[in-house]
């Protein structure tokens, strides 16, 4: 499996980017998606997840209201709307993908087998 991260960028505040994750070597839509962030000096964090159900989506506090995640089944590709972003959303996002996953470990980054290479945004004022 491998996943393709793309669409990072240099934007101002208040901004929107849109992130994509593309996925091929296994069937897409069996697959729980998610991404996740890596600051500068910190920990890889949990930004936002979709759910092989296709329906259960979950956020991380800071992203809920500005980040979207959604899925094109026919493209085998996953997306990160980023609205309103913050000079805090600065980092380096990671696609990771699982095809086993328990929905109890859908923020857990240990928990997803498949990563892409990171993609760098950078919000600036």
């Known amino acids: 499996v491998q996943l393709q991260a793309s669409g990072g960028g240099a934007v101002q505040v208040g901004g929107s980017l849109r992130l994509s994750c593309a996925v091929s070597?296994?069937?897409?839509?069996?697959?729980?998606m998610a991404w996740f962030r890596q600051a500068p000096g910190e920990q890889r964090e949990f930004v936002a997840a979709?759910?092989?159900?296709?329906?259960?989506?979950h956020y991380a506090d800071s992203v809920k209201g500005r980040f979207t995640i959604f899925r094109d089944n026919a493209k085998n590709t996953m997306y990160l709307q980023m609205n309103s972003l913050k000079p805090e959303d600065t980092a380096v996002y990671y696609c990771?993908?699982?095809?086993?996953?328990?929905?109890?470990?859908?923020?857990?980054?240990?928990?997803?087998?498949?990563w892409g290479q990171g993609t760098l945004v950078t919000v600036s004022s």
């Open positions: 070597g296994r069937t897409f839509r069996q697959s729980t």
């Open positions: 979709l759910f092989r159900n296709g329906v259960s989506t």
């Open positions: 990771a993908a699982d095809f086993s996953l328990i929905l109890s470990s859908i923020r857990t980054s240990s928990a997803y087998d498949y």
